[in-house]
């Protein structure tokens, strides 16, 4: 590191990154969904020729781990040109689950691949059996329609083709058309200011620096786990159901650490399941780089240089390493947020004090769609709602937040009533569901929604079997509550459900807290 100007390497760390929080700013406000528009789900990098990430925006941590994935598995299929613009959602090919689209552009000077601009989207429709194809599936092709690696634009020229089959498998085809094309216009975005880089600074010197952040990033993430004390810690715990059974699913991990490397191993976890929890690759290697990056006291980038020191063993046909063509809707929202529970809670035998109790360890995650008689038109609807964050050593947790795995925003009431036939009836903290403990943990959230038309209604939760874990004495935060309210009857609904909702129903979510810490009569 001494033969590189420290200072210099700083500037460029925060050139890059701007890069990648411009995208996200166009993206955004170009998008036509509320669930990229308002709640922001979506993601930003910037990649070498190889597909290596070296920058990216504070956005979606399930996104940005597997990101290079898909980046290298377009790299594997298709013969990139100038002009050319890339989709794929394949969760096989480094994607995380139908929904998630990523738009990867190349970069080229003088006829050379230099680096490539790409993002990442949910959109909150891409077919399937159910809208906004979260459904309880048990097979992928019931999730929505695969997008392998495929040009949508051709040296500069959009393949009508390629959108016009997409669009035909969707049912909100003008919002799908919307939210892809405002993918484009960020990677558009990106690849200008990468060129402005470029006549200020030359391509020797990005080049150096987009190998060089990542080296920076391993090393200082090397340091960090020498920190820990070497030995093995485990740890299990467990996801309710996969929402086809009634039986648990079992994530486990032995976290072995040696001197500045770590080996993750999830060899004692279930094997795949039948419905769709199943984590592809790719997910649980982005849960993995979310905690390692966690410990990391320095304001580091996220880049491909945290992969280095950490070696993840991931069994075939297990729940955290599926073979197709398991479902894998569930997977990427509510295992992810499990393999992060595991590890933090063997990583707080290691390293006692500084590891928080469990958070909510779920996304709650709403999908609903039917027909709007006001705008005479398809509607089809998702979002995630926050928790309880864990508390540490040093503080309670933050009440009423998106925790982990997701970074998303809670979607405004105005946005939502506006946007569909529904209305929020309540929408409030959950009070006293944190977890007890010398430091409490953070409360959940209760969003009542009260359809005005018949909808099909998709919920993939979890943490309404088993509390998140409070530690050194602390309390499990109180469990999570689905319930369906029809007229004067209240039916208490499982984890993972599909049903048929009648105008004037209500569907009450009651988030999990976080757990506490510490023994509450400290």
């Given at each position: 590191?001494?033969k590189?100007?420290?200072?210099?390497?700083?500037?460029?760390?925060?050139?890059?990154?701007?890069?990648?929080?411009?995208?996200?700013?166009?993206?955004?406000?170009?998008?036509?969904s509320?669930?990229?528009?308002?709640?922001?789900?979506f993601?930003?990098?910037?990649?070498?020729r190889?597909?290596?990430?070296?920058?990216?925006?504070?956005?979606?941590?399930?996104?940005?781990?597997?990101?290079?994935?898909?980046v290298?598995a377009?790299?594997?299929?298709?013969?990139?040109?100038?002009?050319?613009?890339?989709i794929?959602?394949?969760?096989?090919?480094?994607?995380?689950?139908?929904?998630?689209?990523?738009?990867?552009?190349?970069?080229?000077?003088?006829?050379?691949?230099?680096?490539?601009?790409a993002?990442?989207?949910?959109?909150?429709?891409?077919?399937?059996?159910?809208p906004g194809?979260?459904?309880?599936?048990?097979?992928?092709?019931?999730?929505?329609?695969?997008?392998?690696?495929?040009?949508?634009?051709?040296?500069?020229r959009?393949?009508?083709?390629?959108?016009?089959?997409?669009?035909?498998?969707?049912?909100?085809?003008e919002e799908?058309?919307?939210?892809?094309?405002?993918?484009?216009?960020a990677?558009?975005?990106?690849?200008?200011?990468?060129?402005?880089?470029?006549?200020?600074?030359?391509?020797?010197?990005?080049?150096?620096?987009?190998?060089?952040?990542?080296?920076?990033?391993?090393?200082?993430?090397?340091?960090?786990?020498?920190?820990?004390?070497?030995?093995?810690?485990?740890?299990?715990?467990?996801?309710?159901?996969?929402?086809?059974?009634?039986?648990?699913v079992k994530?486990?991990?032995?976290l072995?650490?040696?001197?500045e490397?770590?080996?993750?191993?999830f060899?004692?976890?279930?094997?795949?399941?039948?419905?769709?929890?199943?984590?592809?690759?790719?997910?649980t290697?982005?849960?993995?780089?979310?905690?390692f990056?966690?410990?990391?006291?320095?304001?580091?980038?996220?880049?491909t240089?945290?992969?280095?020191p950490?070696?993840i063993i991931?069994?075939?046909?297990?729940?955290?390493?599926?073979?197709?063509?398991?479902?894998?809707?569930?997977?990427?929202?509510?295992?992810?947020?499990?393999?992060?529970?595991?590890?933090?809670?063997?990583?707080?035998?290691?390293l006692?004090g500084?590891?928080?109790?469990?958070?909510?360890?779920?996304m709650?995650?709403?999908?609903?769609g039917?027909?709007?008689?006001?705008?005479?038109?398809?509607?089809?609807?998702?979002?995630?709602?926050?928790?309880g964050?864990g508390?540490?050593?040093?503080?309670?947790?933050?009440?009423?937040?998106h925790?982990?795995?997701?970074?998303?925003?809670?979607?405004?009431?105005?946005?939502?009533?506006?946007?569909?036939?529904?209305?929020i009836?309540?929408y409030?903290?959950?009070?006293?569901?944190?977890?007890?403990?010398?430091?409490?943990?953070?409360?959940?959230?209760?969003?009542?929604?009260?359809?005005?038309?018949?909808?099909?209604?998709?919920?993939?939760?979890?943490?309404r079997?088993?509390?998140?874990?409070?530690?050194?004495g602390?309390?499990?935060?109180?469990?999570?509550?689905?319930?369906?309210?029809?007229?004067?009857?209240?039916?208490?609904?499982?984890?993972?459900?599909?049903?048929?909702?009648?105008?004037?129903?209500?569907?009450?979510?009651?988030?999990?807290?976080?757990?506490?810490?510490?023994?509450?009569k400290?």
């Amino acid at each position: 590191m001494s033969k590189f100007d420290p200072i210099e390497l700083e500037l460029f760390k925060n050139l890059f990154t701007s890069i990648t929080e411009e995208m996200a700013a166009v993206l955004q406000r170009t998008a036509l969904s509320p669930n990229i528009k308002e709640r922001r789900d979506f993601s930003c990098a910037l990649f070498t020729r190889l597909g290596e990430t070296f920058a990216q925006g504070s956005h979606i941590p399930v996104h940005l781990g597997a990101m290079p994935l898909s980046v290298q598995a377009a790299l594997q299929s298709v013969d990139f040109e100038p002009g050319d613009v890339v989709i794929l959602n394949d969760p096989y090919k480094g994607g995380t689950h139908l929904p998630d689209i990523t738009c990867i552009q190349p970069y080229f000077v003088a006829q050379n691949l230099c680096f490539f601009v790409a993002n990442r989207a949910h959109h909150s429709d891409v077919g399937g059996i159910t809208p906004g194809s979260m459904p309880l599936a048990t097979e992928i092709f019931q999730e929505g329609i695969i997008i392998p690696p495929l040009k949508l634009y051709k040296r500069g020229r959009l393949n009508e083709e390629v959108l016009n089959l997409f669009l035909a498998n969707v049912r909100t085809p003008e919002e799908r058309r919307g939210d892809i094309l405002a993918q484009v216009a960020a990677n558009a975005r990106g690849a200008k200011r990468l060129s402005e880089m470029l006549a200020s600074y030359g391509l020797e010197k990005l080049t150096l620096y987009a190998d060089q952040i990542q080296d920076y990033t391993e090393e200082i993430l090397r340091k960090t786990i020498k920190m820990i004390p070497d030995g093995i810690y485990q740890f299990e715990d467990y996801l309710d159901d996969d929402g086809v059974t009634n039986q648990p699913v079992k994530i486990s991990v032995k976290l072995t650490v040696k001197d500045e490397e770590a080996w993750v191993d999830f060899s004692g976890s279930s094997p795949q399941v039948e419905g769709s929890v199943n984590a592809n690759f790719a997910v649980t290697f982005s849960a993995v780089l979310y905690v390692f990056r966690s410990l990391v006291e320095e304001d580091i980038p996220f880049n491909t240089g945290l992969m280095r020191p950490i070696h993840i063993i991931a069994p075939e046909g297990t729940v955290v390493n599926a073979t197709f063509p398991s479902a894998l809707a569930g997977g990427n929202v509510e295992t992810s947020q499990r393999i992060v529970d595991v590890l933090l809670g063997a990583l707080a035998q290691a390293l006692p004090g500084k590891i928080p109790a469990a958070s909510q360890g779920t996304m709650n995650n709403i999908a609903f769609g039917g027909y709007n008689p006001w705008r005479k038109a398809n509607f089809a609807y998702y979002e995630t709602i926050g928790g309880g964050l864990g508390a540490s050593a040093e503080t309670a947790g933050l009440s009423g937040v998106h925790c982990h795995m997701t970074n998303s925003l809670n979607t405004p009431i105005e946005a939502l009533e506006n946007y569909l036939p529904i209305k929020i009836t309540r929408y409030a903290l959950r009070r006293n569901s944190g977890g007890k403990g010398k430091n409490r943990g953070g409360d959940g959230l209760i969003r009542e929604y009260q359809f005005l038309v018949p909808a099909n209604l998709t919920i993939i939760s979890d943490r309404r079997k088993f509390a998140p874990y409070g530690l050194a004495g602390g309390k499990p935060g109180k469990k999570g509550v689905n319930l369906l309210i029809r007229g004067k009857k209240q039916t208490i609904l499982g984890s993972k459900v599909n049903l048929k909702v009648k105008a004037g129903d209500v569907l009450r979510i009651e988030t999990p807290g976080g757990g506490g810490y510490g023994s509450p009569k400290e």
